[in-house]
């Protein structure tokens, strides 16, 4: 069994969760080399013994292991199989043996329609979306659900435990399933909180007090919260994109609608994080979803704010 010294990883994209993981993953003893579009984003993370790739291909090379954490499915799809300036696709500067962890949230028929193109150059591919945002990126608290051969998830057991605790779920694809499976009852919860603290706050109770008595209770989660606080502190700098949790819940209508499923719920929440980028715009927090409630409910008209930062 190869020891943390002895793997070589390659982590693409180094953003809000990225950053953290290939953090982890040097702390716990991994070699690690990441790429960044914006080198300067990546820069920080030599402090801890990163190497910095001028290239996705360089960084992919001799890699035992190579983490995909890009924003998209085909940002992940442009950067693994189209050239880079050194004139060879990351896919093909991978060696035989090495595995493939797409660990960005991306559509099932993506990695159903990358994984046999990598098998076929002698790679193991796992699809293995993550939740837990940035606090379980930073603290290595990430729930990880993997998708793929089942031994291959098993053999880089070491690399998922240095970011969190993973469970394998099936074939390709699955991993991505069940995120987005995660992300309608993310989407419902935080609609549900912003509403409830809405609520409660037009009746003339204090939202901070609401949350603190509601926690332990039956409506406790982790939304209410973390997102909860952010709600009552009006803080919606993005730890969670509202853009990325909007993404994935179109993803999950459209293999839904594929599938000739139907979900009321699911076609709510749709248009309720798209109307709120529509009109506050992206760069916001999930709990940025409480404006929309506001407008919606015919109370708080939210306009341009300012977003405050929690100390």
Not at 124 to 137: K, L, N, R, T, W
Request: neutral net charge; charged residues 20%; contains cysteine.
């Amino acid at each position: 069994m190869p020891t943390a010294s002895d793997r070589r990883i390659a982590l693409l994209g180094t953003g809000i969760m990225g950053s953290h993981m290939a953090r982890r993953l040097a702390q716990g003893g991994f070699r690690v080399t990441v790429w960044n579009r914006s080198a300067d984003m990546a820069a920080k993370l030599t402090q801890f013994g990163v190497k910095i790739a001028g290239s996705p291909s360089s960084a992919c090379a001799d890699a035992d292991v190579v983490i995909a954490m890009l924003s998209n499915g085909p940002v992940v799809e442009e950067v693994l199989f189209s050239p880079d300036h050194t004139g060879k696709p990351p896919a093909e500067a991978m060696v035989a043996g090495s595995v493939l962890v797409v660990m960005s949230s991306i559509p099932v028929e993506t990695c159903q329609s990358q994984a046999p193109r990598l098998a076929a150059r002698g790679i193991h591919y796992i699809d293995a979306p993550v939740s837990g945002g940035e606090p379980g990126a930073r603290d290595g608290t990430l729930a990880i659900m993997a998708g793929g051969d089942a031994g291959v998830v098993d053999g880089i057991a070491d690399v998922f435990a240095a970011m969190g605790r993973v469970t394998h779920i099936g074939p390709v694809g699955t991993g991505q399933m069940t995120k987005l499976a995660n992300q309608i009852i993310v989407g419902a919860t935080m609609v549900a909180v912003a509403e409830a603290l809405h609520f409660a706050a037009r009746g003339g109770a204090d939202p901070a007090a609401v949350r603190k008595a509601l926690m332990g209770g039956f409506a406790d989660s982790r939304i209410l919260n973390i997102h909860g606080e952010r709600m009552v502190e009006r803080n919606f700098v993005p730890g969670g994109p509202a853009e990325y949790q909007l993404k994935d819940l179109r993803t999950a209508k459209a293999l839904a609608a594929a599938s000739g499923m139907h979900f009321t719920l699911l076609d709510c929440l749709v248009g309720m994080f798209g109307d709120m980028i529509d009109r506050f715009g992206t760069g916001l927090d999930v709990a940025g979803i409480l404006q929309e409630v506001e407008r919606r409910s015919g109370g708080v008209q939210a306009g341009k704010f300012s977003a405050k930062v929690s100390t």
